[in-house]
């Protein structure tokens, strides 16, 4: 059984940064891709980036692209979400998640973290 666990979250003004964390005991997710979504506010959870199990292909949710980045530490069991010029519309619960397969990461998610809260101000 593999346990998430996130952690970077918290406040923020609109147009700051932040790097989120999520990592892997128990078991491996060295070969499996991993995923981040995030769930404001009486919304439904939605997709916001996923990587493969090497690093070598990510993909993002438009709302998000050219400012979120996802990456990965393997070696750490270790993935991220660094996070440049949020807005507070960002604000959200950000899970991260292992995903049986890279081209349907909501569809195939087989582990989630507990989340980590960011709120950004205005």
């Known amino acids: 059984q593999v346990r998430l666990v996130e952690s970077g979250g918290g406040l923020v003004q609109s147009g700051g940064s932040l790097r989120l964390s999520c990592a892997a005991s128990?078991?491996?997710?060295?070969?499996?891709?991993m995923g981040w979504f995030r769930q404001a506010p009486g919304k439904e959870r939605e997709f916001i980036a996923v990587?493969?199990?090497?690093?070598?292909?990510?993909n993002y949710a438009d709302s998000v692209k050219g400012r979120f980045t996802i990456s990965r530490d393997n070696a750490k069991n270790t993935v991220y979400l660094q996070m440049n010029s949020l807005k507070p519309e960002d604000t959200a619960v950000y899970y991260c998640?292992?995903?049986?397969?890279?081209?349907?990461?909501?569809?195939?998610?087989?582990?989630w973290g507990q989340g980590t809260l960011v709120t950004v101000a205005s």
């Open positions: 990587i493969n199990w090497n690093g070598g292909t990510t």
């Open positions: 128990g078991r491996t997710v060295s070969r499996y891709a």
């Open positions: 998640a292992r995903s049986l397969y890279y081209t349907a990461p909501a569809d195939s998610v087989d582990a």
